[in-house]
């Protein structure tokens, strides 16, 4: 089992930055895949990012590209979402999660309770 915790989410204007980050407990994370996900009022979960499992390989959605960047930190079992110009239409849940990693929600195993991310226009 693998237990994650996100935290960094707030309120922010638009142009403005945050920083994500997700704590694992239970297993190395370096053993999985991992993801960012986010979830608006009334929309499906959509991919923002993802890592392999060997953290050299990172994906990240068109809307997001060039905006914000995934890292992994090893020695602490963590990885961190950057996000910087951020949008309006970037409001959502921010979930982390686990497992074999990519594009889809199905192919993780493990989630977090996710952290609320509004930005002001």
């Known amino acids: 089992q693998v237990q994650l915790v996100e935290s960094g989410g707030g309120l922010v204007q638009a142009g403005g930055s945050l920083r994500l980050s997700c704590a694992a407990s239970?297993?190395?994370?370096?053993?999985?895949?991992m993801g960012w996900l986010r979830q608006a009022p009334g929309k499906e979960r959509e991919f923002v990012a993802a890592s392999a499992w060997s953290g050299d390989t990172i994906y990240y959605a068109d809307s997001v590209k060039g905006r914000f960047t995934f890292s992994r930190e090893a020695a602490k079992n963590m990885a961190h979402l950057q996000m910087n110009s951020l949008k309006p239409e970037d409001t959502a849940v921010y979930y982390c999660a686990a497992g074999y990693g990519g594009y889809d929600a199905k192919m993780y195993d493990y989630w977090g309770q996710g952290t609320q991310v509004t930005v002001s226009s």
């Open positions: 239970g297993r190395n994370l370096s053993n999985y895949g």
